[in-house]
């Protein structure tokens, strides 16, 4: 499987114009492969890289106790391997079986355009929910179902509105104060570089953070959107009790729709394979999409047992 045309390049030597330029020209680009992103989200990354930027695919990278290894960094749902052309279950066997032996350990997802046969690497179904902008909203509404239409409505009555937030240190507290008790596994480092990207996104009209605010016009939901390719991602969202019990994230994500029924984009919701939080994306009418998470061990069987 071993394919020469395929080579591996340190972070340094990527020319990020033509990275770039291979994201934005691949069908199943996203955001998160973009080099502006990437040197945001994450302290390392390098790249597999075939001819000319025809098809490439970054290596998010780290070193603990001496060991190499590849992750997938936290708001960052896929990666793997892009291009303008078809990536094949060859293509993509082939750029994980080229993944450098100084790697111990890969856990990296894959996007929604890859699929693999190679017998080297596990791999696991996830999911994530796309929603067709393009109808107008009545069409889009009519695909609630009863239980979003209720909540949608049971916000209104609660005098839930929705504005922008242009304070991110105020919304990245929100977020950070909202999430920690959900997902500990998210630390202080990993907030400071997600506002690297929202801030960049910002200043490049690239995504917009909405608020739901109650009737005494206290912050209880909020949501940042960042977007590329004709898609509009969820990506980092949260609600306070208050929110929850108002149903403000429902008319908050109603309004989103709303602004931007009409367009050529997809809403993608970023997941999820938690089943309470799939059914609330699908009761937009968002459908289920597939994308794999890939892993492998080289770590001496002794290492194998201490990493369980």
Known sequence: MNNPEIKFVANKDI??????????????????????????ICQNWDALIWGDYLYIMPLVNNIKYGISYIYQPFFTQQLGVFSCLPTEPVIVDQFLDAIPKQFRLTDMNLNIGNTLKTPNFGFRNNTTYHLNLQPEISTIRAGYNSNTRRNVQKAIQNKISISPVSDIDFFMKFIQDNLQEKSPEIKSKHYLALRKVVNYALEHQLGEIYGAWDSDNNLVASVFFVSSNQKSIYLAASSNQAGIEQSAMFLLVDTFIEKNAGKKQIFDFEGSNIPGVARFYAGFGATPETYYSVHQNRLPKLLRIFKK
Request: aromatic share 24%; charged share 25%.
């Open 15 to 40: 020319d990020r114009t033509k990275w770039d330029r291979c994201i934005a020209n691949s069908p199943f680009g996203i955001v998160y492969a973009y080099s502006w992103y990437l040197d945001r």
